[in-house]
């Protein structure tokens, strides 16, 4: 009898945990987030693109140690934090992204098509940009986002990225604001930040580029909303397009304040 | 050619704590390509882990290991200064020797 009720106790208790573990997946997924982040693969990445940076390559044989990311040649510290923004030389507004194929451009002498050949790397394809992305923007760990939109495109810019988030179309008749702009919307188990309120789109942002342990890849924000327009069945966000780089400054506007933190794990 | 490991190791009273991050696909043999061929094994088998010459870990490993895998473990008699080398070795002969110093 007694052991019956021991038992019983025991099963009650099970079904207590069971139930606490999955009315809290948030917790759960946190837990193994922290479990991860003690080696996080995001640093083979960084290795690699410190690597690429300093390396000669192209006609021209050039490192890309001259880029001007917007703090000046060569100077990568801090610079992510600041980028999107103007650049005089080109007489545009640029992402990381688009920064890095102008200088592989203009002074390693690739030309446009090739150098933005592979944009997102799959196992041993892997792909320079992601490399770099991580690299450049593991050197703005740390540093607090500060996109100024001082320069007339860069509100311009700003202003049509945030005209893209609202704009509902496609198949599905969807805009990045359906799943991105209430509270504790969530695909699976998988949260999906507000990215209206300065808090969610501060973590969204300062989070990326992240290790997806899912994939095995390090995934760079230009990524990030290339599959987000794949999953509202839009058509593809061009690389370096005017729009990539317009939304990519809405929302890296709107992380203002935030101390950055990437390249970090995501499941 | 392998991409380099990354390694740390710090010595703190007595006791050496290594980490380690691998870069490797760990195919496990299982899986199928797009159009539906068997994608090879590809894992590493063995690591090892030597201190001024003396191995402190040795394993075997299988397909079961994650891709790009991260290793930690603790060991005793290492100072600050110390070389540590680790070795990998797959099973398609591939191997990958890495140093560092204790800190």
């Known amino acids: 009898m007694m052991r019956r009720t021991m038992a019983a106790a025991v099963l009650a208790a099970g079904a207590v945990l069971g139930a606490a573990a999955q009315s809290n997946p948030e917790a759960e997924i946190a837990k193994y987030r922290e479990a991860l982040a003690a080696g996080n693969p995001a640093e083979l990445w960084e290795a690699r693109g410190e690597a690429l940076w300093k390396q000669k390559r192209g006609p021209k044989a050039a490192s890309l140690e001259a880029c001007d990311l917007g703090k000046g040649a060569g100077v990568v510290n801090g610079a992510y934090a600041e980028l999107p923004r103007y650049f005089a030389d080109a007489d545009r507004v640029m992402d990381l992204e688009t920064r890095l194929v102008h200088c592989m451009v203009a002074l390693q002498g690739l030309r446009f098509e090739d150098a933005t050949k592979r944009p997102f790397g799959a196992g041993t394809n892997r792909s320079d940009f992601e490399s770099l992305a991580a690299w450049i923007t593991a050197e703005s760990r740390g540093v607090t986002m500060n996109v100024a939109l001082s320069h007339p495109k860069e509100r311009e810019a700003y202003q049509l990225g945030e005209k893209m988030f609202y704009f509902r179309g496609g198949p599905h008749d969807f805009a990045c604001a359906t799943c991105h702009a209430e509270n504790s919307k969530r695909i699976r188990l998988q949260d999906l930040p507000n990215l209206t309120e300065k808090a969610g789109a501060q973590l969204a942002y300062t989070t990326w580029p992240a290790y997806r342990v899912s994939q095995g890849e390090l995934r760079t924000f230009q ?21 990539s780089i317009a939304l990519t400054a809405f929302l890296a506007r709107n992380a203002n304040g935030a101390t950055f933190n990437a390249p970090a794990i995501k499941r | 050619m392998a991409d380099p490991m990354r390694i740390r190791a710090a010595e703190r009273d007595g006791v050496v704590n ?74 398609k002969g591939e191997t990958r020797t890495d140093e560092t110093t204790i800190n």
């Open chain 2, 18 to 91: 290594v980490k380690i991050l691998m870069s490797h696909e760990m195919e496990t043999g299982q899986r199928k390509d797009g159009s539906g061929k068997i994608v090879p094994a590809h894992f590493i088998s063995k690591v090892t882990a030597t201190h001024q010459g003396r191995t402190v870990l040795s394993a075997q490993w299988g397909p079961a290991v994650a891709k790009n895998p991260f290793l930690e473990f603790n060991f005793k008699g290492g100072k600050k200064g110390d070389r540590i080398a680790i070795t990998w070795e797959d099973n």
């Open chain 1, 223 to 243: 990524w990030r909303l290339n599959d987000c327009y794949r999953q509202q069945r839009f058509p593809d966000l061009k690389f370096a397009s005017d729009a």
